[in-house]
Nanobody, 122 residues
Framework: QVQLVESGGGLVQAGGSLRLSCVAS????????MSWYRQAPRKQRELVAT???????NYGEFAKGRFTISRDNAKNTVYLQMNSLKSEDTAVYYC????????????????WGQGTQVTVSS
């Protein structure tokens, strides 16, 4: 019964900013890596950013210097701060986390959010 709920998407003008949030809820034992992916029409899904449980981060080349990923472990939440947005950032943004549940035994797998639309107007 794990659920990832995303929020923060919307319409913004080029050069503007948005902050996306993703909250994981349910019977969660632990969370390892949390990530953001995006998929634009007629393009493959691509990695935006990842953050480990220790706080180490990695970014796609297009995101470096503009986007910042962070997490609040107490709230099981990951954020993506997006600045200096460009029209080519328009996509559905998905939250993904590799987490573990304790249901008598520990079971770990990837979980995905429903996606949130980000539209950047030029």
């Amino acid at each position: 019964q794990v659920q990832l709920v995303e929020s923060g998407g919307g319409l913004v003008q080029a050069g503007g900013s948005l902050r996306l949030s993703c909250v994981a809820s349910g019977s969660i034992f632990s969370i390892n890596t949390m990530s953001w992916y995006r998929q634009a029409p007629r393009k493959q899904r691509e990695l935006v950013a990842t953050i480990t449980s220790a706080g180490s981060t990695n970014y796609g080349e297009f995101a470096k210097g503009r986007f910042t990923i962070s997490r609040d472990n107490a709230k099981n939440t990951v954020y993506l701060q997006m600045n200096s947005l460009k029209s080519e950032d328009t996509a559905v943004y998905y939250c993904k986390t590799y987490l573990c549940r304790d249901i008598g035994l520990v079971v770990c797998s990837d979980y995905w959010g429903q996606g949130t639309q980000v539209t950047v107007s030029s």
